[in-house]
């Protein structure tokens, strides 16, 4: 049940106007950060500074356009300034209440060097950060058309910043100047000791992605590069959010990942009860005998849902292959699959069906596939391959997740696609790629990188695997990936994106090898208690590439995870944040060096309190899993 919104306090009601001003500024509700607004020859300058002398120069100039730049020339007629301070409850999340409190300033532009007319800059400041968008004249000349963004951001020096050029690529530690070509965001920045950045775009929906490059004319300097031209009349004459995140730590910038919500509009979908988050295996051999051995382990294990992959309909990439009809890929398994008899069944045992879709049959058959699945008993659709960055293709796919939740279906968008804040709108997008998940085999030390930049935009779909040959070869080991279920969320979690349950054909073909088969073992247990949504969470601490440890609240449960990277570490958890004066039995998940080398992980069980500590030596490249329950004696104190 969605909860509804609560409002503390809201002075928009009455805000004050300042007529003729050349320049205003705004501070941050607890005045952490302070923004100065003023003109400059095109649109304005922003100035940002906050503790520890952070100080950022944002020229906000527009869009250039065929007939001259918008705006030109410009003179600031108004300003009106709101304070809002107010709470919201989302349908799902990484917590149960998000704050949302900040000061805005609506900046009415006069344009004198064109014929454009008048235009606003909307800036707001929140203690997490800082976010500007522009609203068009909707009375432009026809045929106007945005072809290039102005924006810039000028740093003091030559900040560390970790990059990747594109959403799945690898992501690695440079310097602003080394910035090209274009790389993704958000943008993780370190601007000093104790003063970190992430430069990102929120509710992007009909409109060109942005990304970020360095400026071959000025040092320091990030431009922001649109990813094709823009029909302001088509992106409803108002552009996405650019914001400016900051913390004095990696980990605070991931706990405040709810400022991306907040520049979101509110849930639009009136009744959100078919709308369930949930832990998800993928069914490789695209066989009825895998997808009912899929449901019963399902079933058995508390796995909400199983997905069956490209293949199930034809060879994905083929135009012609069809989407309303079940005829597998014989270059992928031989099948038969009946996939009707394994929805029904999945129905009886209260797991749900996700189907995957290229991109191709999409484009192509999407208005018909929609209402077919849903009369099939399909809970989802996995988008495949879809085309992103440019204004037709950005538009298309939101269109798409519109049209999914008309058909109450849910959908996780595959490959390049980056979340900006859109599943605060429509929470039937539960999650999306646009990451360098288990498919790429990443060391923890990436999954370090990832964590720390990439999950700062939302959730992501990291393909986890767990019985998988690749799991102890180069990604840390089982404890590792019981670890990575709780760092990286995600309401649809996939935890056995190789493994084939018992009863499964191991002879024939589908993704994974045969030897990624699901073993009867403790730690299942660990998964089947695992929620994929959290009423509270909490990054204890971190550091880009080198470790983490984030602890998430579900009810009167607390789940933590540790990774580390390339360095031997010993991880010490002060259990402050278990309720006072109640006991707690702790069950830990380890592996030290021999049960390394077996491939088996080892289990503890602690009575532990509020006033604890745990700790652990975590071999490096590897992992940690915590579950801590309130004892049943405390619960009726």
């Known amino acids: 049940m969605r909860l509804v919104l609560t409002m503390l306090w809201l002075t928009a009601i009455n805000p004050f106007q300042i007529q003729g001003a050349k320049t205003t500024s705004l501070a941050s509700p607890s005045k952490i950060l302070k923004l100065e607004i003023g003109e400059i020859a095109e649109g304005l300058q922003l100035r940002l500074s906050g503790p520890r002398n952070l100080q950022l120069t944002i020229d906000a100039s527009g869009y250039k356009t065929g007939i001259g730049n918008i705006p030109a020339g410009t003179i600031i007629s108004d300003v009106i300034i709101h304070k809002v301070n107010k709470q919201w409850n989302p349908v799902y999340g ?6 949302d409190r900040y000061r805005e300033a609506v900046i009415t532009l006069s344009d004198t060097g064109s014929a454009t007319g008048r235009m606003e800059v909307i800036c707001r400041v929140y203690d997490e950060g800082i ?42 530690k440079t ?19 104790s003063s970190w950045l992430a430069l990102g775009e929120a509710a992007l929906v009909d ?27 088509h992106a409803g004459y108002i552009s996405p959010w650019r914001y400016v995140m900051v913390a004095d730590s990696p980990g605070k910038l991931l706990e405040n990942n709810y400022f991306i919500l907040n520049l979101n509009e509110p849930c639009r979908i009136q009744d959100v009860s078919w709308i369930k988050p949930g832990k998800v295996i993928r069914e490789v051999s695209l066989t009825t005998q895998g997808g009912l051995a899929c449901v019963d382990f399902a079933a ?54 996700i189907l995957y879709v290229n991109h191709h049959a999409l484009e192509r058959q999407l208005d018909t596939i929609l209402p077919l699945y849903r009369s099939w008993g399909i809970r989802g659709v996995k988008y495949g391959f879809v085309n992103v960055g440019s204004q037709q293709w950005t538009s298309w796919l939101h269109e798409a997740v519109r049209k999914a939740a008309d058909n109450r279906l849910m959908v996780d968008i595959h490959d390049e696609y980056r979340p900006t804040g859109y599943s605060r709108t429509y929470p039937n997008l539960m999650t999306q790629e646009g990451i360098r998940g288990d498919e790429e085999s990443p060391s923890t030390e990436h999954t370090l990188n990832t ?108 789940f933590v995870g540790s990774l580390t990277g390339s360095q031997e570490r010993e991880v010490k958890i002060p259990l402050e944040f278990l309720q006072k004066k109640s006991d707690y039995e702790a069950v830990l998940y ?48």
């Not at 968008?133 to 910043?161: H, M, S, W």
């Not at 910035?179 to 958000?186: A, D, F, I, K």
Request: proline share 7%; net charge positive; hydrophobic share 35%.
């Open 131 to 172: 976010a500007f968008r522009y609203r068009f004249p909707d009375k432009l000349p026809k045929r106007v058309i945005l072809q290039q963004e102005l924006t810039a951001f000028r740093f003091e020096g030559n900040c560390e910043a970790w990059a990747s050029s594109r959403a799945q690529s690898p992501i690695a």
């Open 94 to 99: 990484e917590r149960k209440v998000i704050p």
């Open 451 to 558: 964590l720390f930049t990439r999950m700062i935009a939302g959730a992501g779909d990291n393909t986890n695997c767990y019985f998988a040959p690749r799991v102890p070869a180069t990604m840390g080991g089982k404890a590792a990936q019981l670890a990575k279920a709780i760092l990286l969320y995600s309401p649809w979690q996939f935890l056995f994106w190789y493994d084939r349950p018992d009863g499964s054909p191991v002879k024939k073909g589908g993704a994974g090898g045969n030897e990624s088969v699901i073993k009867e073992v403790p730690e299942l247990g660990f998964y089947k208690a695992l929620p994929t949504v959290w009423d509270e969470t909490r990054v204890l601490e971190g550091a880009i590439g080198q470790f983490a440890t984030i602890a998430r609240k579900k009810g009167d449960t607390w």
């Open 590 to 637: 380890g592996q030290n060096q021999e049960n390394l080398q077996k491939n088996e992980v080892t289990v503890k069980r602690l009575t532990v309190n509020s006033s604890s500590v745990v700790s652990e030596r975590l071999l490096p490249n590897t992992g940690w899993a915590i579950k801590i329950t309130k004892m049943e004696s405390s619960t009726n104190k």
């Open 300 to 353: 058995k294990h508390g796995v909400e849902y199983v997905e069956f992959d490209a293949g199930w309909y034809g060879p994905e990439n083929n135009p012609l292959s069809d989407a309303t009809a079940v005829n597998v890929d014989p270059q992928r398994s031989p099948g038969p699959l009946d996939l009707h008899k394994i929805i029904g069944y999945a129905n009886e045992k209260n797991v749900g069906i």
């Open 207 to 233: 409109f060109a992605r942005v990304k970020f490059m360095a400026d071959p004319q000025r040092p320091h300097t990030l431009i922001a590069q649109l990813s094709g031209e823009v029909d302001p009349d």
């Open 175 to 193: 310097t602003l100047d080394k910035l090209s070509p274009e790389v993704e965001r958000p943008l993780v920045i370190k601007a000093g000791e």
